[in-house]
């Protein structure tokens, strides 16, 4: 563990390690208050009902509490430890030294160093892309109809936002989730979900940055993964995520049971776009 946090309140002391699952987290504070949370701030005010102390073992874990204040969560804290400990091995002794020479400002800061790191580690990637269902609920008639791709293309920033948030650091790397094959699962450094505009469309995508190719077998085993994550909602349920816009609520979805859906990889993507240029039918 690179973090501990001892937790007071009003007397009752808690003292967890992290990272941590953040159920676990929650689990443990509601053991001393049932108002407590993984969004419970730090600070060390005594006049505060709720204290919370950092330390570490680690040279690592000092420098990395440097970088906390009292605007700052114990999600915060959790979601640091967590990309720090799990980073690749591939970038860790390069951001270990970073922190150790306080290279970072924020925690922020930080992660989005390790996931850049990550991304760049790998020296193979692998995409596949999908299309997106936004559905837009209409509060005012109390229904709720499916939009077009204009329509998510001027939230394009906003659905981006929403699946980078949906891959939460508390939550690890998504690869971390692909558990149907060995082999395959140990030549990913890493899998981000996203979103791509292509020929004036908008899709989804997850980009598999790898340490070697994927043998045929394992593609295919993968792309029925990318399926199985979509058609669950993604994430911990992103087609519950609102995003809000001047004709109420968009939910955006990355999975649909009708016959256009699919997944395809760059060649296949590239064709499908071309046959849809050229008013073909596609794969």
């Known amino acids: ?3 501990t946090a001892v937790i007071n309140n009003r007397g009752n002391t808690l003292v967890v390690d992290m990272p941590r699952d953040r159920m676990d987290l929650d689990t443990k504070l509601n053991s001393i208050g049932q108002k407590l949370s993984h969004n419970t701030f730090i600070t060390e005010d005594p ?3 709720v204290t919370v102390k950092l330390s570490a073992d680690s040279d690592i ?3 990395m509490i440097k970088l906390f204040n009292d605007s700052h969560t114990l999600r915060d804290v959790n979601n640091l430890a967590n990309a720090v400990m799990n980073a690749p091995d591939e970038v ?3 951001l270990e030294s970073d922190i150790l020479n306080d290279q970072y400002s924020t925690p922020d800061e930080l992660i989005k160093d390790v996931k850049k790191q990550t991304f760049e580690a790998g ?3 692998e995409t596949f892309y999908f299309p997106l269902v936004g559905m837009l609920e209409d509060e005012e008639y109390d229904d709720e109809y499916e939009v077009g791709n204009p329509f998510l293309m001027d939230y394009k920033w906003d659905i981006r936002e929403l699946v980078e948030k949906e891959q939460d650091a508390d939550l690890g790397d998504m690869k971390d989730y692909f558990y ?3 082999n395959a699962q140990a030549k990913m450094v890493t899998a981000r979900w996203d979103v791509a505009e292509m020929n004036g469309r908008l899709f989804g995508k997850v980009d598999f940055k790898l340490r070697e190719p994927f043998t045929a077998e394992e593609k ?3 792309r029925e993964w990318v399926r199985g994550q979509n058609s669950d909602g993604f994430g911990e349920g992103l087609e519950q995520r609102p995003i809000e816009t001047e004709d109420g609520d968009l939910y955006v979805s990355m999975w649909n049971s009708g016959d256009d859906y699919f997944i395809y990889d760059e060649n296949e993507m ?5 046959q849809q240029q050229n008013g073909g039918m596609k794969l």
């Open 220 to 222: 295919e085993k993968v």
């Open 123 to 125: 020296q193979y990637t």
């Open 47 to 49: 006049d505060s009902d």
């Open 61 to 63: 874990g000092v420098h």
């Open 1 to 3: 563990m690179l973090i």
């Open 180 to 182: 149907d094959d060995d």
């Open 270 to 274: 590239n064709e499908y776009l071309s």
């Open 92 to 94: 860790k002794e390069a």
